[in-house]
């Protein structure tokens, strides 16, 4: 879920919508100056910024009780802070709704070998508590993010025993980590396009290329225009997995664009320099589902608003000691928030087709 300065004023745009003005709409620092390769550097950096963002989101939910995460702090980097109640709601929805999906593939046939791709993985933590959940089970988890992102990521690594213990070996390198079941890859995503004059693309070392595999994008092929995010997937899907092998790809990415709330969302965005090229390429579920669909995942194509995630996924008693947990009683606030972000996911079958057999009860949105 976005930080609190990407959120626009919520008591403004209900007010909005209810006939009041619509106030708030930033007008950005106006245009990025220098050469287009300096312009780039600096949304890269806005980019890269934003996962300690969601680290002090996930600190937050973990400090009050939402998310057992005893991970979360040791790769934070900035003081603790707490977050609105709507926002610790929707980073505890997010989790909760991309768990249930990576979990119910792990424990699909348990005893066969599984494979998870973290794209973007910056500070996420979900290897390490997939590993205490599901010791026994055989996976291999990978995640690719910018050098300077895995950097920060395997130095907390190398500090906290509570992590390398975990694993194979200690990291020894700066920013990559190898190993038979955790991985980091140092890389820009944008290298996993195919290129015009025949250069290799970059190796993804351990990556298995028949094991079904589940590719995840939290809030990060969002920001890169939609051909890039196409020509990646194409890479992953045909070129670093066996075209027959099982796949999947889950999204997390805010949708609605169009009205007050999107419109203030963009504007705030802008204003830090990120920009979501995806969230107006895809502006609805039913965009969403089609953008699956292209990227060739055949078997299924499905999607819904962390609104109807909260509704319809969570259980009714988790419901109630959610709502113990801190005092909110901004609701129609907290249902327009969770509209405007969503949960897609895509799968292609292959001799086994895990996928459809995972997600067979899992609840998507009609229409959209």
């Known amino acids: 879920m976005a930080s609190s300065n990407e959120i626009p004023n919520l008591k403004t745009l209900l007010g909005n919508r209810r006939g009041g003005g619509l106030r708030g709409r ?88 599984k494979q998870v791709v973290s794209l973007g993985a910056g500070t996420d933590t979900r290897f390490f508590r997939l590993l205490d959940l599901y010791p026994e089970t055989r996976l291999i988890y990978h995640e690719i993010d910018f050098p300077t992102n895995t950097g920060t990521k395997i130095a907390a690594i190398q500090k906290q025993p509570l992590l390398y ?36 693309l970059p190796e993804l070392p351990n990556l298995d290329p028949n094991m079904p595999t589940l590719f995840l994008s939290e809030m990060c092929l969002a920001y890169l225009q939609p051909s890039t995010v196409q020509s990646i997937i194409s890479s992953l899907l045909t070129h670093y997995l066996d075209p027959a092998t099982p796949a999947s790809l889950v999204l997390y990415e805010p949708i609605l664009p169009q009205d007050a709330f999107g419109r203030t969302m963009i504007s705030n965005l802008q204003t830090r320099n990120i920009h979501l090229p995806t969230l107006t390429a895809y502006p609805e579920l039913g965009d969403q589902r089609a953008r699956l669909q292209g990227y060739g995942f055949e078997k299924g194509a499905m999607a819904a608003d962390t609104n109807l995630i909260w509704r319809q996924w969570v259980s009714e008693e ?27 996911w895509g799968w292609r079958g292959g001799e086994s087709d895990v996928f459809s057999e995972a997600w067979v009860n899992v609840v998507e949105q009609g229409g959209g």
Do not use: M
């Open 318 to 344: 988790e419901k109630d000691r959610v709502a113990g947990l801190e005092f909110l009683d901004e609701l129609e606030e907290l249902e327009l928030l969770l509209k405007h972000y969503c949960i897609a």
């Open 165 to 200: 213990r975990k694993l194979p070996h200690i990291p020894s390198t700066s920013t990559s980590y190898h190993s038979e079941t955790y991985n980091i890859h140092a890389l820009d995503l944008r290298t996993l396009v195919a290129s015009s004059d025949d250069t290799p």
């Open 26 to 113: 930033g007008r950005g620092r106006g245009g990025l100056g220098g050469s287009s390769e300096e312009r780039e550097q600096v949304k890269d950096n806005a980019v890269k910024s934003t996962d300690q963002d969601a680290a002090g989101s996930r600190v937050s939910c973990v400090e009050l009780g939402y998310l057992h995460d005893p991970y979360a702090k040791l790769f934070a980097t900035q003081q603790s802070v707490r977050r609105l109640p709507l926002l610790n709601r929707g980073t505890y929805v997010r989790t909760s709704a991309i768990d249930l999906l990576v979990t119910k593939f792990l424990l699909t046939h348990p005893s066969s070998a």
